[in-house]
């Protein structure tokens, strides 16, 4: 598996409904990955609650920060998916 997600590392939400809801938002992690009830979680600025670093995926720099861009499908670096509808 990749690894542990780090306090600082920037993700987005994918493959579940809050991926839905935060398209596109680049998430910050507050925390560094802990497990709990058998999951591996992290805490993420401004978010209620931990979450499930399996639908958690770390973007590249680029992603980190710029404005992800609904015209554009993939990320041409880390080639992480924006979901265009
Ligand atoms: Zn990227």
Partial sequence: ?????????KVVMHTCREAEKYRDKVWTVRTDESEMCGSKVVWLEGFRGCFAT???R???????NEELKHDQQYCQICGHKLEAN
């Avoid at 598996?1 to 590392?9: A, I, Q, R, T, V």
């Fill in 58 to 64: 770390k973007v590249c720099h680029v992603c980190e």
């Fill in 1 to 9: 598996m990749s690894e542990p997600l780090k306090k600082g590392d």
């Fill in 54 to 56: 399996e639908f958690l």
